[in-house]
């Protein structure tokens, strides 16, 4: 009887036990549940970045159909002259701002591409990881410097110094901003192409290296191919960073929109112009002030296709391992 007792007691206590966090649950559930909103929370953020996305665009889009309301979509894609704040006869041929930003692009990439796949390679398959924790993060640094700082570092020290090589270069020219973006540019090539070779598996280095070959032929004829689409891809996404800097062209680049391949004297790209009439040098509502809506439009198709090149690329020459 006693042990029955005993039996029916610590029994009893248990149910109890067991009754008590049945209802503590309960009481948990029907408390405020914060996990409950967090998809919410973040589903408001993902539909802000979309609605701010298309209220950009439709912006552009508005405004752009008013200033071809005033000049013809023709006359903007084929003429040659630039001169929207001319009193007599004013002309809005984009190839002229085109033709800057080309320069600009083109020997920015003939400085940050050799460079920034170079110090890719050393630091995915000749540096030391000590080595490369190091000079990696000192590397990206430059991605952190001011744009304006840039700008006046092409002006007065790059500039002077080409002139005392080339006394033919103008203090404006294409070629001083042009040699800075390449700089600019260099720790988003490097960076992104040294994380595509990284990726590639030491399988494939082990299996080139059983076959007799060098570290070099390794690096140019097994990671570089197996690494193709990181690479590009982060060549064109430079590039389109390249098309759409603003500072450094403005600073040191000039305001003189001219349609030729010169690259030795003052240009004026896409972006300098916008900043140019940003400034105050157009009213409100003219045609001169709706003009800076059709170059952002067209340099936003410009960044827009480089993006879409760049996915392509990737999905194109993707190797799965």
Do not use: H
């Amino acid at each position: 009887m006693f042990w029955e007792g005993v039996f029916k007691l610590a029994l009893g206590e248990q149910k109890k036990s067991i009754g008590q966090l049945i209802e503590e649950k309960k009481q948990r559930n029907n408390r405020f549940n914060f996990e409950e909103i967090v998809p919410y929370i973040l589903l408001f953020t993902a539909i802000v970045s979309v609605l701010t996305t298309i209220g950009i665009v439709f912006t552009l889009i508005l405004e752009t159909f008013e200033f071809f309301s005033r000049v013809s979509i023709v006359d903007f894609l084929t003429a040659d002259k630039w001169y929207p704040f001319a009193a007599d006869n004013p002309s809005y041929g984009i190839t002229a701002l085109i033709s800057g930003t080309l320069k600009v692009t083109v020997i920015a990439a003939l400085v940050a591409v050799p460079i920034g796949i170079a110090a890719a390679i050393y630091l995915s398959e000749y540096a030391s990881e000590r080595t490369r924790k190091v000079v990696k993060p000192i590397l990206e640094i430059l991605a952190g410097v001011p744009t304006i700082v840039y700008g006046f570092f092409a002006l007065t020290f790059v500039t002077p110094l080409l002139r005392e090589r080339f006394p033919a270069i103008e203090m404006f020219n294409a070629v001083s901003p042009g040699i800075v973006v390449g700089i600019m540019i260099i720790p988003m090539i490097a960076s992104l192409s040294e994380d595509a070779m990284s990726s590639v598996p030491n399988s494939i280095r082990e299996g080139a290296f059983a076959l007799g070959s060098t570290k070099l032929e390794t690096t140019f004829k097994v990671i570089l191919p197996a690494a193709i689409s990181g690479i590009m891809a982060s060549i064109v996404l430079a590039l389109s960073r390249a098309i759409g800097e603003t500072m450094i062209v403005s600073v040191a680049g000039g305001a003189t929109p001219i349609l030729s391949w010169d690259i030795t004297s003052s240009i004026q790209t896409m972006t300098a112009y916008i900043v140019q009439v940003s400034t105050g040098d157009a009213g409100y509502g003219t045609t001169i002030y709706y003009s800076i809506y059709a170059v952002g439009t067209t340099l936003f198709i410009f960044t827009l296709l480089m993006n879409l090149l760049a996915q392509y690329i990737s999905r194109k020459f993707r190797e799965v391992y």
